[in-house]
């Protein structure tokens, strides 16, 4: 129920109001009246009425010195002013004081009604100001405690308290965080509602939890996770208490339209000043959801499975992006993610992989002589956050598949040919260097971190021979300039080519030239004496 003070030195005036007035059908309740300022002040600082009526012009103190200090000690109060004369000075008085309403007397059935439901709207308009201002504060002040460990000092936490805003046990009770998240990535679409809706719900719920002897305050996570923070204070830890939230908050998204269902993650208790540690478990704890569990709740210390990196399914697709593959690397990162992202994966596994992916996926390309920046117009702290706001399997792949990689094919496919030519040269040039050593294509593919069956293509495109007749004829021309400079045996210039089989080495060596190794030495001493002659 509303109050309503009635204050007019006409006592006429006074009954007239208050017949007129509909109490029952707008909630009003008569909290007393008053025949002059003095008397009306005296009781309107007693009662703090809702709605006040008042006179201007009443003996002793009128109504423009009584409206100064309702103003200035009862800003809540709406006055509406009630006066039997159109006095264009008080009228400017009504005004500057904010009046509500200025009413002439005698006032309209009708014209009441219509003010007074005016009157609650605007009543409930200021309180909402109000609630949202002390809401903001005590929410700045959760945030800072939050988000900045260590940085909040004592003091405040007692100035707030002073100020009605905090509840003692911010600081001589027990603190928990519940930290919740929507099970599917919505862009923070739902967010604002969700943190709205807990506000509501734990208000109705006050006092049926923990005695009714606790505070709570909601908030946001600072980044774009849409995580919402619940931080609560009570007198005295109760299990029971916690038990009420378990069942009532998980299935609280239920009631948003088009919102996915939410998940959360709940700290142990602790000392105030432990604040921010609590949201770090809570955190820890939600991110614990296995992908196939939803709208759950999750407590601190809850085991969880750990499961191994998939190494080798990454060095695949990297080799397959850097070879500019779009099926081959399509096929490998179904496998990469198909180990991530599993029903049994947890949000942590799936998130810390794809930060791990994204990373590996950095160092290659700046082995390449580029950088993730460059190729994808992110870098990796952009993706690591994009994929921080993730935690489910469906968004954390289109982002991966979606931008990511699709952003490396491309840079890959642009710069293949160029690429594709470096690396073939830098082969050749090792070929010159290590002929006389085992060399095989998957080798040399495994050292330059690229598929060994689209780098033979790769060579054999920019060369014009596979990789190992290039190698062959480089073995053979060595193996020309011992015969022709050099007194060693066969089977010497053999090893010193990299042939352990002689009797392979002589077949290889008519294979290429025509001539059995005999032959050439007999062609090459003629020539010389010819020379000679």
């Known amino acids: 129920m509303r109050k309503v003070v009635i204050v007019d030195d006409e006592k006429w005036v006074r009954i007239g109001l208050i017949r007129a007035i509909p109490w029952e059908s707008l909630c009003l309740e008569l909290a007393g009246e008053a025949?002059?300022?003095?008397?009306?002040?005296?009781?309107?600082?007693?009662?703090?009425?809702?709605?006040?009526?008042?006179?201007?012009r009443m003996p002793g103190m009128d109504g423009r010195e009584m409206i100064g200090i309702l103003q200035r000690e009862l800003p809540r109060t709406v006055?509406?002013?009630?006066?039997?004369?159109?006095?264009?000075?008080?009228?400017?008085?009504?005004?500057?004081?904010?009046?509500?309403?200025?009413?002439?007397?005698?006032?309209?059935?009708?014209?009441?009604?219509?003010?007074?439901?005016?009157?609650?709207?605007?009543?409930?308009?200021?309180?909402?100001?109000?609630?949202?201002?002390?809401?903001?504060?005590r929410e700045r002040w959760l945030r800072r405690r939050l988000f900045r460990p260590g940085g909040e000092a004592e003091p405040e936490t007692h100035g707030l308290r002073e100020e009605g805003e905090l509840a003692e046990w911010w600081s001589s009770g027990k603190v928990i965080v519940i930290a919740g998240c929507p099970d599917r990535f919505d862009?923070?679409?739902?967010?604002?509602?969700?943190?709205?809706?807990?506000?509501?719900?734990?208000?109705?719920?006050r006092a049926f939890l923990f005695e009714g002897q606790w505070d709570f305050i909601v908030t946001s996570a600072p980044d774009e996770s849409a995580e919402t923070?619940?931080?609560?204070?009570?007198?005295?830890?109760?299990?029971?208490?916690?038990?009420?939230?378990?069942?009532?908050?998980?299935?609280?998204?239920?009631?948003?339209?088009?919102?996915?269902?939410?998940?959360?993650?709940?700290?142990?208790?602790?000392s105030p000043e432990r604040l921010a540690d609590a949201w770090q478990e809570a955190r820890a704890a939600l991110k614990g959801r296995k992908l196939r569990e939803t709208g759950i709740w999750l407590e601190a210390g809850r085991p969880v499975a750990k499961?191994?990196?998939?190494?080798?399914?990454?060095?695949?697709?990297?080799?397959?992006?850097?070879?500019?593959?779009?099926?081959?690397?399509?096929?490998?990162?179904?496998?990469f993610f198909a180990a991530i992202g599993g029903p049994e994966s947890t949000v942590e596994t799936l998130q810390r992989s794809a930060v791990m992916l994204v990373h590996s996926l950095e160092k290659q390309l700046q082995a390449d002589g580029s950088r993730l920046?460059?190729?994808?117009?992110?870098d990796p702290e952009l993706y690591a956050e994009a994929i921080r706001q993730r935690g489910d399997a469906d968004s954390m792949r289109r982002l991966l598949e979606d931008d990511l990689l699709a952003a490396a094919l491309r840079h890959y496919s642009r710069c293949g040919e160029k690429q594709g030519e470096r690396i073939v040269r830098e082969i050749e040039k090792m070929v010159g260097e290590f002929y006389n050593q085992p060399l095989s294509m998957v080798q040399v593919a495994a050292m330059h971190y690229m598929n060994p069956d689209y780098l033979s293509r790769l060579f054999k495109r920019i060369t014009g021979k596979s990789f190992v007749d290039y190698l062959t004829d480089v073995r053979i021309?060595?193996?020309?300039?011992?015969?022709?400079?050099?007194?060693?045996k066969n089977?010497?210039?053999?090893?010193?080519?990299?042939?352990?089989?002689?009797?392979?080495?002589?077949?290889?060596?008519?294979?290429?030239?025509?001539?059995?190794?005999?032959?050439?030495?007999?062609?090459?001493?003629?020539?010389?004496?010819?020379?000679?002659?």
């Open 187 to 205: 862009c923070g679409k739902s967010g604002d509602r969700l943190t709205a809706a807990l506000r509501e719900k734990l208000e109705q719920e």
């Open 477 to 488: 021309d060595k193996a020309k300039e011992h015969l022709r400079y050099g007194s060693a």
């Open 491 to 533: 089977y010497e210039i053999a090893q010193s080519v990299g042939y352990e089989d002689y009797r392979y080495f002589s077949q290889i060596f008519k294979k290429k030239t025509g001539l059995t190794i005999g032959e050439y030495r007999e062609a090459v001493a003629a020539e010389a004496g010819r020379e000679e002659s």
């Open 307 to 335: 499961l191994a990196y998939p190494s080798e399914e990454e060095k695949s697709l990297l080799l397959a992006l850097r070879a500019g593959s779009e099926e081959t690397a399509g096929k490998a990162f179904d496998r």
């Open 373 to 378: 920046e460059e190729a994808a117009g992110k």
């Open 35 to 56: 025949a002059n300022g003095r008397e009306g002040i005296e009781l309107a600082m007693r009662e703090r009425p809702d709605i006040l009526f008042l006179d201007m």
């Open 79 to 137: 006055t509406i002013v009630v006066s039997g004369y159109s006095d264009f000075e008080y009228m400017k008085e009504a005004i500057r004081h904010r009046a509500f309403e200025y009413l002439l007397k005698p006032v309209k059935k009708e014209e009441l009604a219509s003010v007074l439901q005016r009157a609650l709207e605007e009543l409930e308009r200021r309180e909402t100001r109000e609630r949202s201002a002390a809401a903001d504060v």
């Open 229 to 270: 923070v619940v931080a609560a204070a009570v007198r005295k830890p109760d299990g029971a208490g916690l038990q009420r939230l378990a069942g009532l908050l998980p299935g609280l998204s239920r009631q948003l339209e088009d919102a996915p269902s939410v998940s959360f993650g709940v700290s142990a208790w602790h």
